[in-house]
């Protein structure tokens, strides 16, 4: 038997779970801060990254090739334009990846506002 003022244990769970599905259904509810704007920097910046790795790599390979040759510059030279490719090839496979979709919403790049008004 329960003291007076306090409810039977079975009571108190049975209502601490109707509180707590409350709160969790209020805090859903709630508008969550855009984040749309964080992932689409996130996402500039993964480009770029794999855009200089890409040439990186090649050109450290390169660097470590020629010195081993005796060829200096020229193998990297040679390797430059292969991690540039590498690297617009990721870029390119980022842009089409799930996250890119999900980030830009099936839009493309807005375009400008302002009408060219050059006259060319």
């Not at 079975?10 to 779970?17: L, Q, V």
């Not at 805090?27 to 480009?47: C, F, I, K, N, V």
């Not at 996250?99 to 375009?111: E, F, H, I, T």
């Amino acid at each position: 038997m329960t003291e007076p003022g306090q409810r039977p244990p079975a009571d108190r769970r049975e209502d601490f779970e109707r509180r707590l599905e409350r709160k969790l259904s209020e805090r859903q509810g709630a508008a969550a801060p855009d984040t749309t704007e964080g992932s689409a920097a996130g996402l500039a910046m993964r480009a770029v990254t794999e855009l200089l790795v890409g040439l990186a790599v090649c050109m450290v390979g390169g660097y470590y090739a020629d010195r081993y040759l005796g060829t200096t510059p020229w193998i990297m030279l040679a390797l430059m334009p292969l991690g540039l490719a590498a690297g617009v090839a990721n870029v390119m496979r980022l842009s089409n990846s799930q996250q890119a979709k999900n980030v830009l919403d099936g839009k493309g790049p807005v375009a400008p506002s302002v009408t060219d008004d050059d006259e060319d």
